[in-house]
């Protein structure tokens, strides 16, 4: 049993759900001020875990017979069926719009943008090199769902300026993650920036929306009137994205810069938001 759990959760790479997590929770925290009452903290658990769940068992689907020719990728088809695949897709699906249902009725009737937002990424490496975008949009969208499911309305543009800043930041580490496929993408006509453009122009790329993104985490901290504690926070953020921009340099740690150096910037962001709400 443990076993098959193990497998199920490294096909979803469960562990990457600490990239959007940490960034709707600081988003709840920050639309309530403090902690929301519990069927808004369940509600937005809920859907932040069933809306990744179901965006990866759908990337995995739709790229499942490409996947099985890239030896990097090839093992992902032996670890569950297509048959649990495709459970594992629905139960995602209905996990967030069931959370969706315990938040509000704007939540609710936004769910099935959600879906199709996280959905469509999957499908833009065929036509588009800037796919990238995409993901940074389905992120993105994280915190702005995490404020309406406080609010209950578009009544602020923090959360707007917060999700922006979370695409363009995963829009860059992206960039960097596709660079281990940039020859497999040319080899079989897949759509992607390093494959189109090269690998100078992709770590320039991620650099600059990296920039882009901590200047908009800091004007999101500003409009919630954030003081010196959040600047902190976005100074350490700046050198562990120089550090993650250092080992993409080199193949070998490109992996660490991927999944470690994001997974701080992440969880430095929740830091800094909680510092400044519980402190006060």
Not at 43 to 68: E, H, P, Y
Not at 126 to 154: C, D, K, M, N, Y
Not at 233 to 259: P, Q
Request: glycine share 12%; net charge positive; with cysteine.
């Amino acid at each position: 049993m443990s076993s098959a759990i193990y497998r199920w959760a490294e096909f979803i790479k469960f562990e990457h759900t600490v990239f959007a997590m940490p960034f709707g929770l600081a988003a709840m925290f920050l639309a309530a001020g403090g902690v929301p009452r519990g069927s808004v903290l369940f509600g937005v658990v809920v859907c932040l875990v069933g809306g990744r769940t179901a965006a990866m068992a759908f990337n995995r689907l739709a790229d499942w017979s490409i996947d099985q020719k890239n030896p990097r990728t090839a093992v992902r088809s032996t670890l569950i069926s297509k048959t649990t695949a495709y459970a594992t897709m629905v139960g995602g699906v209905l996990a967030l719009v069931g959370g969706a249902w315990i938040l509000n009725p704007l939540c609710l009737m936004l769910s099935p943008v959600a879906v199709g937002i996280v959905f469509f990424y999957s499908l833009t490496k065929r036509f588009t090199w800037g796919s990238h975008g995409f993901l940074g949009l389905a992120l993105g969208t994280a915190p702005v769902g995490a404020w309406l499911a406080v609010r209950g309305q578009f009544d602020s543009w923090v959360p707007i300026v917060l999700g922006t800043a979370v695409g363009l930041w995963v829009a860059g580490f992206d960039l960097i993650y596709a660079l281990q496929d940039q020859e497999f993408d040319r080899e079989h006509e897949l759509k992607s920036f390093p494959a189109r453009f090269g690998e100078t122009a992709a770590l320039k790329m991620a650099t600059g929306l990296h920039g882009l993104a901590v200047l908009g985490l800091g004007v999101a901290g500003w409009m919630a009137g954030f003081g010196w504690r959040y600047g902190v926070v976005c100074g350490l953020m700046v050198a562990v994205l120089g550090l993650e921009t250092l080992w993409a340099r080199k193949r070998e740690t490109r992996g660490r810069a991927f999944f470690q150096a994001n997974a701080a910037v992440s969880l430095l962001v929740l830091l800094g938001v909680m510092w400044e709400i519980f402190w006060k």
